[in-house]
């Protein structure tokens, strides 16, 4: 190819490129204000108006997740009272303690829940044959386990789902990061909507004694803050509940943290 050819030729794919980068930032920014619009417009609205605005804009495209721990009644109460037709995703890690399979079960029956379990491809048996206890392997091995036994499955969850929007039971006061969201947010191009955001420990109290909601069992035992078996202790009132949470040095598992360009191509290579 002459080279008054290959120069245009490079220039015109640079050129869409640039013109690409420009589009997806112009539709970010739409994005961006039209989420800034809707928080002021709902940030003072009750949870249940939260997802009753939700249901009525995304429909079919609305999930919301759990983890079934030890106040999660409190979102799926609110959830089946005002979009009972919800898909609510749990991603199960293959590590729960007994305690919560049957607290999922009971729960699952009382409130009629439209239920999804995703785990990840390879058994937590199978993974530990062959790599060990990765929870037990440092920073490195801990990231690797919640990649493999969390974030994935949530991902292939959202996909397989068609999910366009995504209702989860955060609250402010949980972490640092949790601190900084809004009720309508995003997350890795998708509506992460958060309906009790601002909800103290004891709204959430006074909401599950007013209801007649179960505490996860475990709750009677001292467990606050409710995970995976091998990561999860006792808290004593002293304590932030998230002390119970031993897996990492972070106070998220992943799941509601932007994924980083690693996690993406990761996925894409797995066929997400």
Known sequence: MPRE????LQNRTRLVKLLRITMEAARIASI??????ENRALEASRPEELIAWA????????IASTSFGATSAV???LIQRVAPRTLIVCVDTGYFFEETYQFAKDLIKRLDLDMRFYSAPMSA??????????????EDGVQRYLQI????????ALQDLGAEAWMAGLRAEQTEHRAGLRRIDRQDGR??????????????????????LPYHPLVEQGYRSIGDHH??????EDMDPRDGRILGKKPECGLHLPLTEEENQSLKSSGL
């Open 55 to 62: 249901h009525e804009r995304y429909g079919d495209r609305l």
């Open 32 to 37: 961006d204000s039209d989420l800034d619009r």
């Open 231 to 236: 990561s999860t202790i006792p808290t004593t």
């Open 191 to 212: 509506i992460k909507i958060h309906p009790i955001l601002r909800w103290t420990s004891e709204d959430i109290e006074n909401y599950m004694v007013q209801h007649d």
């Open 125 to 138: 048996a199978r993974q530990e044959a062959l790599y060990g206890k990765l929870w037990e392997q440092g």
């Open 5 to 8: 050819a290959l120069d245009a």
């Open 75 to 77: 979102m799926l109460h």
């Open 149 to 156: 036994n969390k974030v994935e499955p949530m991902q292939r």
